[in-house]
């Protein structure tokens, strides 16, 4: 993708139209359910340097000794709650509410960039982990200075009880974003990490400075 | 108050544990995920407009907290964990017995899983009773530079011996089912295996430990199958050869007994050594006070050396393989019911000189995979998934035969197991080779490519049964 492809003016009205993102907060396990938000309230996500001070409480799941607290992820207002939930059993997977999240510049970046950097996608429905020599290396100086090449050994795709290394295929660049977590499931085509071929980086800077500066 | 079972598997095993309980008047309880609603164990159990609700879906089917809490809503007396995840877990065991409101485990009590389930102890405990062991090491290694060493000890041992390939076994300490288990050839490839064992062994098991073996060839692979009560009573329901496996050790065909002198003329005196076995099967479960249903696994070598593998605490795939060749007052047992009736305090009611061997069985895995490129799982959905019925034959499957079904893949591509049965090894075999003709599965993957099935492999393997 070149810099004439991209209508940044289209982009950003998108985002000014509609500058939430939705999300569906689900039961993460079985229990009896108590609400302890209402539609309208505010929450909020994580903080601290650690991201170790819980965002607001959402809701309690009771099991045998062991209460079950899920706290907000992100920041934003409570758009709908499952008030006929309240105090019944319920299973894993269960829609309780939904929070309605004004986007910031950065996750708008995030966003845009998923759009123009060269995804790879998840081969299968597996659980990833980068390989041995490519993680030490995004430990030692940061997955943005890491570059790939065809032929790299990448990951492992844990499926179905088997490891399986899997090996690089595309155009050489620098790892630039990373959207799996090692051990999670990642569904089939769902991107991995977004590569930025070293000769796109002025594009992508480009980007990054314009959000910054249009967005407010 | 009648009791109820938790199911907390998926599977074939759910469906057959659904319908032991069901033949002993028991009512039952099942969980599943999100990515195994398609499955017949849970299909035939939800039924949105019944109060009596059997399916219920939770998190992980290794997420105690969830089990527990279903059974609990669901006033269920009973977890029945069926093989694999909470089956040899004896802290789940514990928790599930040893609480406010307990439950009865179907399975051993959970010190004896503890003692059995862990291979190091099992091995030491072996050897104090003069069983014998495969040579390595009786403990869990954590340090590379220490199993480095061993494992070039144990390959000078087998070079100074005149074994033609020397290798050693590494293992993951905490694994099984024939998971986490990598060859060394040379003493220079060691590091890299042991690393790439150990990381896996972390991932899956939480435990990095890993146990250096011999690396026995030329062998067959035995299991015993024992039951025990609570009451000290207990009996044995033959042997069975597992030895075709899979690259990753995976098994893919039984068959019962475990050896047949009209297969294979065998070194040694093959009925002695079937008899030396299960003797000291016996031996051990009593030694540990076993009280449910187990299998003693078991390596023998061309010249007809036994060494004891491990034992799983639990029942196996393969129990009916034995079950098959089994007759009691005239009956196949089901292995699945006598282990719940068992669990659930009641006597055994008949012992060893009540059980009768007649003919031979063969177990056929089916699972989705090609075997071509190392048994690489296929993930796709299954269109047409029919097999033939017949009086020699039983299949147990959750894969429906009346609509497409998506193999999951968050868990193995296993999509049914056949039993085959007959007088004679060779009917069995030919009767074998004959339902995997007649089986029919068509499916197709996300790029089109058609389902990718072990039938050939199966059928190519069956001469191999029971020979070395």
Request: with cysteine.
């Amino acid at each position: 993708m070149q810099e004439h492809d991209i209508d940044f003016d289209a982009i950003l009205g998108r985002y000014r139209a509609d500058p939430f993102a939705y999300r569906k907060v689900r039961t993460a396990h079985t229990g009896r359910l108590r609400c302890k938000v209402r539609e309208g309230d505010e929450v909020v996500g994580p903080s601290g340097k650690f991201r170790h001070i819980p965002g607001t409480l959402l809701y309690e799941l009771e099991r045998e000794r062991n209460l079950k607290r899920i706290t907000s992820f992100i920041n934003g207002q409570v758009a709908m709650v499952r008030s006929d939930l309240e105090g019944s059993f319920v299973e894993a997977g269960e829609h309780v509410l939904t929070i309605r999240h004004p986007l910031k510049k950065r996750e708008i970046v995030e966003d845009i960039l998923r759009q123009v950097l060269t995804p790879y996608t998840a081969p299968e429905r597996a659980k990833y982990f980068f390989s041995l020599d490519l993680q030490s290396s995004i430990d030692k100086y940061g997955q943005r200075s890491v570059s790939i090449k065809p032929g790299d050994e990448i990951l492992t795709m844990s499926l179905m009880k088997r490891d399986t290394p899997v090996y690089y295929d595309g155009e050489p660049g620098i790892i630039h974003s990373v959207y799996f977590k090692p051990g999670v499931s990642v569904d089939q085509g769902e991107p991995l990490f977004g590569i930025c071929p070293k000769d796109r980086l002025p594009l992508i800077e480009k980007i990054i400075t314009r959000v910054k500066a249009e967005w407010e | 108050m009648k009791d109820k079972v938790l199911i907390a598997n998926r599977g074939e095993i759910a469906l057959r544990i659904m319908r032991a309980c069901r033949d002993l008047g028991l009512d039952y309880v099942v969980v599943y995920t999100e990515a195994d609603e398609q499955s017949e164990h849970v299909q035939r159990n939800i039924d949105s407009e019944s109060n009596q609700r059997r399916a219920w879906r939770v998190a992980s089917y290794t997420d105690p907290n969830d089990i527990l809490a279903v059974a609990d809503h669901t006033k269920c007396t009973a977890i029945h964990p069926g093989y694999g995840f909470f089956s040899e877990d004896y802290r789940f065991a514990r928790r599930v017995t040893v609480r406010d409101q307990p439950l009865t485990f179907i399975g051993p009590k959970w010190e004896v899983i503890k003692d059995l389930g862990d291979k190091i102890n099992t091995k030491r405990v072996a050897n104090q009773l003069g069983i014998p062991t495969i040579p390595g090491t009786d403990g869990p290694i954590y340090n590379e530079i220490d199993a480095e060493e061993i494992s070039r000890r144990l390959l000078e041992d087998q070079a100074e011996r005149g074994i033609s390939q020397p290798s050693v076994l590494v293992k993951a300490a905490a694994g099984g089912g024939g998971m986490g288990i990598e060859e060394v050839h040379e003493i220079e490839q060691f590091r890299r295996v042991y690393r790439q064992v150990q990381n896996y062994a972390k991932r899956q098991f939480g435990d990095p430990g890993v146990l250096i073996e011999q690396c026995l060839r030329d062998y067959n692979h035995l299991e015993v199958q024992l039951l025990c009560s609570r009451h000290g009573e207990r009996v044995h329901f033959g042997t069975r050869n597992c030895t075709i496996q899979s690259t990753g050790r995976q098994k893919r065909l039984e068959a019962a007994p475990g050896f047949d002198t009209s297969c294979f003329p065998y070194e040694f005196d093959a009925p002695a050594v079937l008899d030396e076995i299960v003797e000291n099967s016996l031996k051990l479960a009593s030694h540990v006070r076993y009280d449910n249903v187990g299998t003693w696994e078991w390596i023998v070598s061309r010249s007809g050396q036994p060494y004891l593998l491990e034992v799983n605490t639990r029942i196996q795939v393969e129990n009916d393989v034995s079950a098959r060749i089994s007759y009691l007052n005239g009956q196949h047992p089901n292995l699945i019911r006598e282990q719940i009736r068992l669990a659930l305090g009641d006597k055994l009611g008949y012992s060893q000189s009540d059980i009768e061997f007649r003919g031979t069985s063969i177990e056929l895995r089916i699972v989705a995979e090609d075997p071509q490129r190392g048994f690489a799982p296929w993930i796709g959905t299954i269109s047409q998934f029919s097999f033939p019925r017949h009086e020699w034959s039983a299949v147990y499957t959750h894969v429906p035969t009346d609509r497409p079904y998506a193999i999951p893949s968050d868990y193995d591509p296993n999509l049914a197991l056949a039993l085959v049965w007959g007088d004679s090894m060779a009917e069995a075999k030919q009767r074998a080779r004959r339902f995997l003709d007649e089986m029919v599965i068509e499916g197709h993957n996300s790029s089109g490519a058609p389902i990718n099935t072990n039938l050939q492999y199966l059928a190519d393997n069956m001469d191999r049964l029971l020979t070395f």
